[in-house]
């Protein structure tokens, strides 16, 4: 998951910034210093979550993940974490619909980080 996404998570929720991600990623998106009642922004996420967004990034443009690569990020760290419980590469593989061969090279990853 990239940092812009992570830090937009902490100020409006995982799920706001998913929505945003969803909408806007892969563009530059302006923030203004007060969200308009309608705007785009807070038709995506809602008036109250729209404050706080412009609280801490009025006047900034921001760039968030485009949904598919936020999508694999997220993919990514719950495979991670089936790995580090203990369950079978074949079955985690069917679970997140990819290969084994993919499960090996995370669980490659992993061990040499």
């Known amino acids: 998951m990239s940092r812009v996404f992570e830090e937009v998570a902490e100020v409006i929720g995982i799920d706001s910034a998913s929505e945003l991600s969803r909408r806007f990623g892969g563009v530059p998106l302006r923030i203004p210093m007060t969200p308009q009642s309608g705007s785009v922004l807070v038709l995506a996420i809602g008036q109250a979550k729209a404050e706080k ?11 968030l993940p485009s949904r598919r690569s936020n999508e694999s990020a997220v993919r990514k760290r719950e495979i991670e974490s089936d790995i580090r419980s203990g369950g079978s590469y074949r079955d985690i593989a069917i679970s997140h619909g990819v290969t084994v061969q993919c499960i090996y090279k995370i669980a490659s990853k992993m061990r040499s980080q």
Request: net charge positive; proline share 0%.
């Open 53 to 63: 967004l412009c609280r801490v990034y009025g006047q900034c443009t921001i760039q």
